[in-house]
């Protein structure tokens, strides 16, 4: 295929399984203003700088430039609640890191109370006995 604009805006017949490239073309979505949300199957290099440019619409024009810019916004109010989403992932996964840190640090501390709480009841057995058997 050649890289005339008829090929970039190609609408009518059927659907290219291939692009100018030769890899096969993928199911992706636009998210700009002119063309928010709308599905065309383009090259699979399309967003890595591949000088193929080859698309071809699957469904049709939004009805209007107001519609357009609407769900444009909506498009960056979700980006904008995924991007919090994502921080907030972020910071839960550092709090739970912490909680571990101060689990491990606790049962550490518990362990070497418990050996110490042993090695205290044994040496008070031991005095026991001595003051036992030294009073008979």
């Not at 469904?59 to 991007?83: A, G």
Request: aromatic share 10%; hydrophobic share 30%; charged share 25%.
């Amino acid at each position: 295929m050649s890289s005339s604009s008829s090929n970039r805006t190609h609408h009518r017949g059927s659907p290219p399984t291939n692009c100018e490239c030769e890899e096969p073309v993928i199911l992706q979505t636009a998210n700009t203003i002119a063309h928010p949300m709308r599905c065309f199957l383009g090259c699979i290099n399309y967003y890595r700088g591949s000088k193929c440019k080859m698309f071809y619409w699957v469904d049709p024009v939004l009805p209007s430039e107001y519609y357009k810019q609407e769900v444009f916004k909506l498009i960056q109010k979700v980006n904008l609640h995924q991007t919090k989403i994502t921080a907030d992932k972020y910071r839960i996964r550092e709090m739970e890191r912490g909680f571990d840190f101060q689990n491990l640090t606790l049962e550490k501390q518990v362990l070497a109370l418990q050996m110490e709480l042993k090695e205290s009841k044994a040496s008070v057995g031991f005095y026991r006995k001595l003051v036992v058997s030294s009073c008979m």
